[in-house]
C-alpha cells in the first residue's frame, strides 16, 4: 500500500559486516499540539562506532499539490527565532551495539499542521576535530572502515509537528462496493493494522496515514470484511466492515 510520502530511507551498498548500522525506528513520529519535544532513540547495532550528522527539511506543498522540501539550518539552535523544527544534538556519537537520543524541538509557528524529513546519516569524519576524537583514535577509525565499506547507511524519519489547536474529524462512508475514510479534521490521522479477513483468516495488516483533507477507499469484495484501528491523536478506535 502507498503511503503519502516517499521513503526515509537512503541508499546502501556494503561489502563488510564490521561497520556501523543504525536504526530509528518508526517511519513516522507525531509532536503532539501540546508538546513541542520528542525523543528519539537511535541505535547502533553495528560492530563499530557511528559517526552521526542530522539533517532536517521542511516539507511543503503548493496549491497546485507539487511538493517541496527546504533544509533546516542545524547550526541555528542557538537562535531563538527560528522557526522549524530542530534535532539536538546535530552531531552524534554511537557506539557499537548501543544507543543515543536525539531530540527533536518544534519551535515557530503552530497554527497549521507541518512535515519534516529527518535524517540520521552515519559519516567517515574529515578529521580527528569534526567529532572531537584523538589522532590515533580517528586513525584506527578510518582504517578500519577503509578496509571493508564502500556507503554507509543512513536512515530517516518523518516527524509530523500537531497544530496547538489539532481537531479530528473523520468521515468514513460505508457503501455499496467500497468504504472510503477522509480526513476533515486539521491533523493528520492513521489507519493502523488494515487487514481483509476471510472469516477467521486475514491478510497481512498494513498501515498508511491520511494527511488533512486527504482520503483512503477500501474496495469491498463478497464474503469478506475489512478491519482497521483508526489512530486520531492518542485515540484508539477499532472498526470492522463488511
Known amino acids: ?140 577509525y578510518s582504517k578500519k572502515l577503509n578496509a571493508g565499506v564502500n556507503v554507509l547507511t543512513g536512515f530517516g524519519t518523518i516527524a509530523v509537528v500537531r497544530p496547538k489547536n489539532a481537531t479530528f474529524n473523520t468521515a468514513i462512508q460505508d457503501a455499496e462496493k467500497s468504504i472510503t475514510i477522509r480526513n476533515n479534521g486539521n491533523s493528520t490521522i492513521v489507519l493502523d493494522n488494515i487487514k481483509q479477513c476471510t472469516g477467521n483468516n486475514c491478510s497481512e495488516s498494513v498501515s498508511t496515514i491520511l494527511l488533512p483533507g486527504k482520503q483512503h477507499q477500501l474496495r469491498k469484495e463478497m464474503k469478506k470484511s475489512w478491519q482497521f484501528t483508526l489512530l486520531e491523536g492518542s485515540k484508539k478506535t477499532s472498526k470492522t466492515f463488511g
Open 1 to 140: 500500500m502507498k503511503t503519502l510520502f516517499a521513503t526515509a530511507l537512503l541508499a546502501v551498498s556494503f561489502t563488510a559486516a564490521a561497520i556501523p548500522q543504525i536504526s530509528v525506528g518508526q517511519m513516522y513520529e507525531f509532536i503532539e499540539g501540546d508538546k513541542s519535544t520528542l525523543l528519539k532513540r537511535v541505535m547502533n547495532n553495528g560492530d563499530n562506532t557511528a559517526f552521526i550528522k542530522t539533517e532536517v527539511s521542511e516539507i511543503t506543498w503548493s496549491a497546485s499539490g507539487q511538493k517541496a522540501e527546504k533544509r533546516v539550518d542545524a547550526n541555528a539552535i542557538s537562535n531563538a527565532s527560528i522557526d522549524g523544527l530542530i534535532v539536538t544534538p546535530a552531531r552524534m556519537i554511537v557506539p557499537a551495539k548501543n544507543m543515543q537520543p536525539a531530540r527533536l524541538i518544534a519551535t515557530g509557528n503552530r497554527d497549521k499542521e507541518r512535515y519534516y524529513r529527518v535524517r540520521f546519516i552515519p559519516v567517515m569524519p574529515k578529521d580527528q576535530y569534526e567529532f572531537g576524537q584523538t589522532k590515533k583514535d580517528f586513525d584506527e
